[in-house]
């Protein structure tokens, strides 16, 4: 079983957050090994979260998972502008259920 680590980004600068998701699987910050596995990306069409989705499948261990959270941050706040990124880093228990497709 693993957990699916949901990434959503509100970006003002949609193609360069494209970019950065989809330029390699590693991402820009790193992803200790076995840690975890870049899944997809897709610009989210809503009201409620105006912006992206990144999404990492996760081990279940509760230590992999504070590992992947802290790289994540980590690469952010050196990245990060006032008119850049603001994100969540939402952990989902039950992956299978969200394997044919996800409605987020």
């Given amino acids: 079983m693993k957990k ?3 990434i959503m980004t509100i970006d003002s600068v949609v193609e ?11 991402m820009y910050f790193e992803i200790p090994k076995g840690k975890g596995k870049y899944k ?9 979260w ?4 990144a999404s990492f499948m996760i081990p ?5 998972i504070k590992e992947f959270k802290e790289s994540f941050t980590s690469y952010m706040k ?9 994100y969540m880093v939402v952990p ?5 259920m969200f ?3 996800m409605n987020v």
Avoid: A, C
């Fill in 78 to 86: 050196k990245i990060q502008t006032e008119h850049y990124w603001s």
């Fill in 16 to 26: 360069e957050m494209h970019q950065f998701f989809e330029k390699n699987t590693q």
């Fill in 60 to 64: 279940m261990d509760e230590e992999k």
């Fill in 40 to 48: 997809y990306y897709h610009r989210m069409d809503s009201h409620t």
């Fill in 99 to 101: 394997e044919g497709g």
């Fill in 92 to 96: 989902i228990e039950d992956f299978e």
């Fill in 50 to 53: 105006p912006g992206s989705v």
């Fill in 4 to 6: 699916l680590i949901i």
